[in-house]
């Protein structure tokens, strides 16, 4: 399991911005070609990138780039730019069908093979921001081997089925659900949409919560200040972990007695509460927050 709570972007034509956005923390950074980017500072942004790519060692956090789609004028050439920089993942914008992702795996195994770079080593991400494109997610998420997770696009989203953004989310529902289950069904991560009004933190925490409840893996930022609040949100609560780590303890008791259920607490536990608990702790183990487990016994 690998941590894929915030993926802070950085518009690609501002070199303070992304040659330093990685020393905040962020599980992954996202240096953005795209709608950061205004048509006249497409190819300095590209540049930029490859060169920020190409010579800053950013450690452990993961790096991401999002290209233009192959329908404008510079989606080929970042995929040419952007495959020898060996970022770790490009992102597809505004994907809409398996075929889309299938164009750019296309272009992108054969600047690999151009450049000698192993063949797959550069994984993809999809953005999902269209209707036709929630109604595909499933076909999405399955189209490539290289694909890591999906991402829900809101702001494109919302414009294009004719709304706008609200704090509660409401209008999101239908395709939250959509992006996330595909995602499961696939077998990839689950990345929501950014939060864009910097000064709402209690507007942020609280989407981040619902997005959390929902069962997105992360979400994608826009500032640094975004980070230890999605951070927080998402690290099981002390009582969470002591709770996980009772629930192994009853179940391996029940084990002992030959039965796979047992009650804790009044509460049933067994297979997939056992699963969760797992779950719980290998979290709070990758986010630096698991305790000696004999405290809890
Ligand atoms: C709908 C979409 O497509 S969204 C995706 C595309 N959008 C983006 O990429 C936008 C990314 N974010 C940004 O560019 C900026 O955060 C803005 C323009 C929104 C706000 O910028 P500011 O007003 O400077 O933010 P703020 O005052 O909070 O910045 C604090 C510090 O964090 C830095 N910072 C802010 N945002 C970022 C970022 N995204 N990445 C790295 N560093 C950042 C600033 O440089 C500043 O550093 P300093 O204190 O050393 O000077
Ligand atoms: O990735 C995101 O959430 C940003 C974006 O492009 C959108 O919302 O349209
Ligand atoms: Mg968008």
Do not use: C, W
Not at 65 to 94: F, H, M, S, W
Not at 129 to 156: C, F, H, N, T, W
Not at 210 to 216: A, D, H, N, T, V
């Amino acid at each position: 399991m690998k941590l894929r709570r915030t993926m802070l972007y950085a518009p690609g034509h501002n070199p303070a911005l992304i040659k330093d956005a990685y020393i905040y923390g962020s599980d992954a950074v996202m240096f953005d070609l795209e709608d950061a980017v205004s048509l006249h500072e497409k190819d300095t942004a590209r540049l930029l990138v490859y060169h920020v790519l190409k010579t800053i060692d950013m450690g452990t956090t993961e790096t991401v780039v999002r290209i233009n789609g192959l329908d404008t004028p510079y989606g080929r050439e970042d995929i040419r730019a952007i495959v020898r920089a060996q970022p770790n993942v490009i992102r597809i914008p505004k994907t809409e069908t398996a075929q889309d992702v299938q164009d750019i795996e296309e272009l992108v195994e054969a600047e690999e093979r151009a450049a000698g770079i192993p063949i797959g080593t550069t994984k993809l991400m999809a953005a999902i921001e269209s209707p036709i494109g929630v109604l595909q997610a499933y076909q999405i998420a399955k189209a490539s081997e290289r694909l890591i997770g999906i991402a829900l696009g809101a702001e494109d989203y919302a414009t294009n089925l004719k709304t706008t953004r609200s704090k509660e989310g409401t209008e999101l529902m239908f395709a939250r659900g959509m992006v996330l289950n595909a995602a499961r069904a696939a077998g990839i991560y689950a990345l929501d949409t950014v939060f864009s009004d910097l000064n709402d933190e209690e507007g942020f925490r609280r989407e981040v919560q619902l997005i959390k409840q929902l069962g997105f893996d992360g979400k994608s930022i826009i500032s640094p200040r975004q980070i230890a609040i999605v951070h927080e949100v998402f690290a099981p609560t002390e009582q969470e972990i002591i709770y996980a780590q009772r629930v192994l303890y009853a179940i391996e008791e029940a084990e002992k007695r030959k039965s796979g259920v047992i009650a804790l607490d009044g509460r049933m536990i067994d297979k997939p509460i056992v699963d969760r608990a797992y779950r719980t702790l290998e979290l709070a183990r990758m986010s630096g927050g698991l305790f000696d487990e004999e405290e809890a016994a």
